[in-house]
């Protein structure tokens, strides 16, 4: 019986593209969804000290089923495992990481980006919210900041855009585009993204035509 190809990247795999941009020593914020999940795909060997603004240092991989603690949280409520370094402290000072810039990079998710690097991340008009959470203050104080998320919206829409509808968490900022098709990347943010890494059985031509922004091929 034959079996077919399967095309792109699952979540998994997308993370695991995203730990391939740590570098030993870093410190790491991870958002909510898909970048908690480079938790589990950090390279053997190398030292990462991953942070969540409600005030850990430290933390593990993503747990399991069986391995879930309910008082270990991440910011976005999400169960987490701690290591034998790990250290808590005040929300106040987790933020005074963030925004004096001792943070290397940052994974988020996102519902769309700009050609330009604008990031909308946060909240749909006319649905409920929790707030903006360190969103704002993680693409205004680290260093890198890499996007993962599915090329296209539920509806086949495209979230590579040239120009966010939906309300802005930065603008300017990000630095990389993992999405489930494909990588976009650029030097500068006075640059234009450049597609540098197609998903396995997916051609440029298949990104292109789920893409609305411009970019370099």
Known sequence: MATTMTKGWDRNQMAARAARELRDGYYVN???GIPTLVANNIPEGMTVTLQSENGMLGIGPFPYEDEVDPDLINAGKQTISQLPSSSYFSSADSFAMIR???IDLTVLGAMEVSEKGDIANWMIPGKMIKGMG????LVAGVK???VVMEHVSKN????FIPECTLPLTGKNVVDMIITDLAVFQRPDHGSPFKLIEVA???TADDVAAKTSARYDS
């Open 30 to 32: 991870l958002g909510i």
């Open 100 to 102: 004096g810039g001792h």
């Open 134 to 137: 360190g969103a704002m203050d």
């Open 144 to 146: 890198k900041i890499i």
């Open 156 to 159: 086949g829409d495209p979230k």
């Open 200 to 202: 396995p059985g997916i």
